[in-house]
């Protein structure tokens, strides 16, 4: 839910893995969730060593990075970062914190009883890149979010 909230809310987010091809598929399927928008901002699956400053960049990214750069980036200012590292599983910051853009998301109960159902029944991590079932729950939560947009247009 904290990565769905963080492209939501435009934020910088980093994913890291010891695998590059993880770490490209997962950032490849981040940014599928947002169909039917697009994530119009610094994108790059996987960071090379010599675009380590553009995680310092003010302006909003997705960038997936192999666990072996994270002492690269140390000098680098990193704060209000949504980083999430796929190997162990953990995210920072951390869910339910008061920094976890999560909790600012409208129905985000249902989204996450919703997307925890499918979780179940998927048998493979490259199932979730390419299941209906995933992009028509984001499509409904897109929908139920944004449907009636036109109302507040003036």
Same mark, same amino acid.
């Given at each position: 839910? @904290? ?7 435009? /934020? ?5 893995? +010891?695998? /590059? ?6 950032? !490849? ?38 666990? +072996? ?5 140390? #000098? ?19 869910? #339910? ?12 109960? %249902?989204?996450?009883?919703?997307? !925890? ?5 998927? /048998?493979?991590? @490259? ?11 984001? %499509? +409904? ?9 036109? !109302?507040?247009?003036?």
């Amino acid at each position: 839910m @904290t990565l769905i909230a963080s492209m939501l809310m435009e /934020r910088r987010i980093i994913l890291v893995s +010891q695998a /590059r091809d993880t770490v490209t598929a997962a950032v !490849q399927a981040a940014a599928a969730l947002l169909y039917p928008f697009k994530w119009h901002h610094i994108f790059l699956p996987m960071l090379p060593r010599s675009f380590k400053e553009y995680l310092a960049a003010p302006m909003p990214f997705l960038i997936g990075m192999p666990a +072996q750069m994270l002492p690269l980036i140390n #000098g680098i200012p990193i704060d209000e970062v949504t980083l999430i590292d796929l190997d162990m599983g953990k995210c920072n910051p951390a869910p #339910g914190s008061s920094r976890d853009d999560a909790s600012l998301l409208p129905y985000r109960d %249902q989204l996450e009883a919703a997307l !925890q159902a499918v979780h179940k029944n998927i /048998r493979s991590p @490259t199932e979730y890149e390419t299941s209906p079932m995933i992009a028509g729950i984001m %499509q +409904q939560f897109f929908l139920k979010l944004f449907g009636r947009y036109h !109302q507040f247009v003036l």
